[in-house]
């Protein structure tokens, strides 16, 4: 998964992107952090200030906003990320195993985050799992060993 760094000169393109597409305006604070959180696939500090400063918001409010949404991250993802859906149907479907399995094989890697994550409509092949944006069901403690064996090899070879 690709970032940028949040250095001045990212920061500057933020800065041209956001007057660019977006009104300066307290309506435009979501989809301005959304765009924010695309470009770096997180949101750094500075990132939200510039987005704060555009849309005319102090920067309490932003954090505020960014913090009462699950999938905005405030720290920088590893290289890698298994999602496992914890919503309804995939926990009937007993992802809770899975997500051990995944916590176990990240404990042992030091660039790959899991994450719980609400439902990712794929209810009718439950339980599901995303592996570096891939979403995969009808998972089993097998054939998910499997695929994290996959991304073990994916690793190695990068
Ligand atoms: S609950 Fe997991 S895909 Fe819907």
Same mark, same amino acid.
């Given at each position: 998964?690709?970032?940028? +760094?949040?250095?001045?000169?990212? /920061?500057?393109?933020? *800065?041209?992107? !956001?007057? %660019? ?46 913090? +009462?949404?699950?999938?905005?991250? /405030?720290?920088?993802? *590893?290289?890698? !990320?298994? %999602? ?75």
């Amino acid at each position: 998964m690709n970032t940028i +760094s949040s250095d001045n000169e990212n /920061l500057n393109e933020l *800065k041209l992107a !956001l007057e %660019k597409h977006f009104p300066r305006e307290h309506n435009q604070l979501m989809p301005a952090l959304h765009y924010a959180h695309h470009q770096y696939n997180y949101l750094p500090e500075p990132a939200i200030e510039v987005v704060a400063r555009h849309v005319k918001i102090p920067l309490s409010e932003a954090y505020g906003a960014v913090t +009462s949404y699950s999938e905005m991250r /405030l720290v920088k993802p *590893k290289e890698h !990320l298994i %999602k496992v859906c914890t919503g309804l149907s995939c926990k009937i479907a007993n992802s809770d195993d899975l997500l051990n399995i995944a916590r176990q094989f990240a404990n042992k890697l030091n660039d790959v985050d899991v994450e719980e994550t609400a439902c990712g409509f794929l209810c009718s092949v439950a339980p599901a799992v995303c592996i570096d944006g891939a979403w995969a069901g009808k998972l089993d403690p097998i054939n998910f060993k499997t695929a994290l064996n996959n991304l073990t090899q994916r690793i190695h070879q990068s």
